[in-house]
C-alpha cells in the first residue's frame, strides 16, 4: 500500500449551530484518484478547501503532503495543483502565453509545450482565449492545473462543457498523470465519471462520510443483489414460474427477480424454458446496481435528494 499523502482525523467544521462537518476520517493515498461524492450542501467543498488550506477547521488533525495546510508555505503551494469549476482564462492572451505565465509560478514546472499537447490544444496553442469554445477553455483550465507538476491535484467537475469524446479525452489524461505516481481528488456530479477514473470512493452525506471503497464495493453487499428480468410469452405464458431465491415481482408482462444468486437463477430459468421446448427466454436480462443507483439509494435513506449526471454536459 503507498503512503498516504492526505491524512484527516476527527476534523469537524461548524458555521454557529450548523455543522457542515462531522468528525471525518479519511486516508488518499499516493497515485490514486480518490472520488468525493455527495448531494448539495454536504460538506464537500468545506473539506476540499480545508486540505487546500483555503478554510480552516474547528477541530481535529490535518495532514497533506506532510504539512498542516493551514499553515501551508509558498513551496507546499507549489506541490498543488487546483482545477475549479468555473474557468480562469484570460480572454486576451493565448493558450500559450497562458499557460507560460502559470508555469512561471512554479519552480519546477513541466514543459508548456507538453501540457498543452497533453490536454489536447496543440493546434490552438496560438489561439486567443476569447475565441476558445467552453469546452476548450476547460481543457485550459486543466492544463494550468497540471503545469506547475504538482503532487496533488484537485479537480472540482473537471469534464463540465465537454462533449463525450472530450470527457473520454480528459480522462485518458488524468490516468496518464496518476501513472507518474501523482494524485487526484475528484469531486463530480457525473458518477459513471467516478466509476470510470475513482480507484476508490468516499461518500459524504450531512457532513460525515458514511462509505469508502472501491466503486464497485460501495454499498457493501446491496451491491451484490441483481436484478434478472424475463418476460414469459408463448408457450412460458401457461407455465407456473419456477421457485426462485429473491424477490419476484410483476410489471405487466414482465417479470423480475432481485436476488444474490442470479447465476443460479439463470440456470433454473433456462432448464424451466427448455422444458416447455423454448430455446430463448424473451427479454431475459441480469442487471447489478451501478455506482449511481447505489449512491442514490444511499442518499434517499439518509433523507437527503441528489440529481446525477451519467452523459456529458450539454
Same mark, same amino acid.
Given at each position: ?29 499516493? %497515485? @490514486? +484518484?480518490?472520488? *468525493?461524492?455527495?448531494?448539495? &450542501?454536504? $460538506? ?6 480545508? #486540505? ?7 477541530? %481535529? @488533525? +490535518?495532514?497533506? *503532503?506532510?504539512?498542516?495546510? &493551514?499553515? $501551508? ?6 506541490? #498543488? ?228 449526471e451519467t452523459g456529458a454536459a450539454a
Amino acid at each position: 500500500m503507498p503512503s498516504p499523502v492526505v491524512t484527516i482525523r476527527g476534523v469537524s467544521k461548524s458555521y454557529g449551530a450548523v455543522m457542515a462537518l462531522r468528525h471525518v476520517d479519511l486516508d488518499i493515498y499516493a %497515485g @490514486e +484518484v480518490f472520488a *468525493l461524492l455527495g448531494p448539495n &450542501g454536504a $460538506g464537500k467543498t468545506t473539506l476540499v478547501e480545508i #486540505l487546500e488550506g483555503y478554510r480552516g477547521r474547528s477541530s %481535529g @488533525e +490535518v495532514d497533506v *503532503l506532510g504539512a498542516d495546510p &493551514g499553515r $501551508g508555505d509558498a513551496r507546499w503551494r507549489s506541490r #498543488l495543483g487546483i482545477v475549479l469549476q468555473n474557468t480562469t482564462v484570460f480572454d486576451f492572451l493565448s493558450v500559450e502565453e497562458t499557460v507560460v505565465h502559470f508555469a512561471g509560478f512554479y519552480p519546477s514546472p513541466l514543459d508548456s509545450g507538453h501540457v498543452i499537447d497533453l490536454v489536447g490544444l496543440g493546434d490552438k496553442r496560438k489561439a486567443r482565449c476569447s475565441t476558445l469554445s467552453g469546452g476548450q477553455k476547460r481543457r485550459v483550465d486543466l492544463a494550468l492545473g497540471l503545469v506547475g507538476n504538482p503532487d496533488l491535484v484537485f479537480l472540482d467537475e473537471p469534464t463540465t462543457g465537454l462533449d463525450p469524446e472530450g470527457r473520454r479525452q480528459l480522462w485518458d489524461v488524468i490516468r496518464s498523470f496518476t501513472a507518474l505516481g501523482k494524485t487526484v481528488i475528484l469531486t463530480t456530479h457525473y458518477l459513471d465519471e467516478a466509476e470510470a477514473l475513482a480507484n476508490r470512493v468516499g461518500i459524504i452525506i450531512g457532513g460525515e462520510i458514511v462509505d469508502i471503497g472501491p466503486p464497485d464495493e460501495i454499498g457493501g453487499e446491496s451491491r451484490f443483489i441483481a436484478t434478472v428480468s424475463f418476460r414469459p410469452d408463448g408457450a412460458l405464458t401457461e407455465r407456473a414460474i419456477p421457485p426462485l431465491d429473491g424477490e419476484l415481482t410483476r410489471s405487466g408482462p414482465h417479470v423480475s427477480l432481485r436476488t444474490a444468486t442470479p447465476t443460479a437463477a439463470v440456470a433454473t430459468l433456462i432448464a424451466w424454458a427448455a422444458d416447455a421446448g423454448v430455446a430463448e427466454i424473451p427479454a431475459l436480462s441480469v442487471s447489478h446496481p451501478s455506482l449511481e443507483d447505489t449512491y442514490l439509494m444511499m442518499v434517499a435513506a439518509r433523507g437527503g435528494t441528489e440529481s446525477t449526471e451519467t452523459g456529458a454536459a450539454a
